[in-house]
């Protein structure tokens, strides 16, 4: 059965093998169409200028440009645009961030089996669709896990391996200063000790590892 008018989608993730899993489901799909794949974020912003398609699907992890900055073009363009993101963890702050900058739909890549075409469907219908638990989580996130600035600098230390004393010295702070900051962060995050704290961050986004000082 041929659909007068699919729902056209457009795919940008830098895993090959996730595009054509998403593939695979969608070649089933009579109303939907896959009129597009990009492996970055330059190039997911590129294919959506020349395809103007009805639904993307953005991972938030790419080269080149991440999801955020370009869901975050598109949406400067095209503020209709309907997004759905592709994420790894429930409660990254990239997620948090990304719905914030326009996104309307929040898909985990272990779902994507069960979820993705509903999504889809209800994306292009102009709906939301971010599930109860998720919203719960996000919602969650706003209100503790915010880090000030000064908590990232201190995290962001630790986590390339400085000693309280050593970040104390770079960020020009007495070392009782660095240890509040550190319990502050490490309760906000439900960290049992900075290790902890830095891999919870990491997992959700508040930290990229290798970024400099």
Do not use: W
Not at 6 to 20: F, G, K, N
Not at 157 to 183: C, F, P, W
């Amino acid at each position: 059965m041929t659909v007068a008018n699919p729902i056209r989608v457009l795919v940008a993730d830098d895993h090959p093998l996730l595009r054509e899993g998403i593939a695979a489901v969608l070649a089933g799909q009579a109303d939907i169409d896959l009129v597009g794949e990009a492996s970055d974020g330059r190039e997911a912003l590129e294919c959506f200028r020349r395809l103007r398609p009805d639904v993307t699907l953005m991972d938030l992890q790419m080269p080149r440009m991440n999801g955020i900055d370009s869901i975050l073009a598109i949406r400067g363009e095209c503020p209709d645009a309907r997004i759905a993101i592709l994420t790894t963890y429930r409660g990254d702050v990239r997620a948090l961030h990304a719905i914030q900058a326009g996104a309307q739909a929040y898909l985990l890549k272990s779902s994507l089996r069960k979820e993705l075409v509903e999504t889809i469907r209800t994306l292009a219908a102009g709906k939301r669709h971010i599930p109860p638990e998720i919203a719960a989580d996000l919602a969650e996130h706003i209100g503790q896990q915010c880090l000030s600035p000064r908590e990232v600098e201190v995290l962001q230390a630790a986590a390339l391996g400085y000693s309280n004393r050593d970040i104390a010295l770079q960020l020009r702070i007495t070392e009782d200063t660095v240890k509040g900051h550190m319990r502050l962060l490490m309760d906000k995050l439900g960290a049992n000790n900075r290790t902890h704290a830095v891999a919870i961050a990491v997992q959700r986004g508040v930290l990229e590892i290798g970024t400099p000082l």
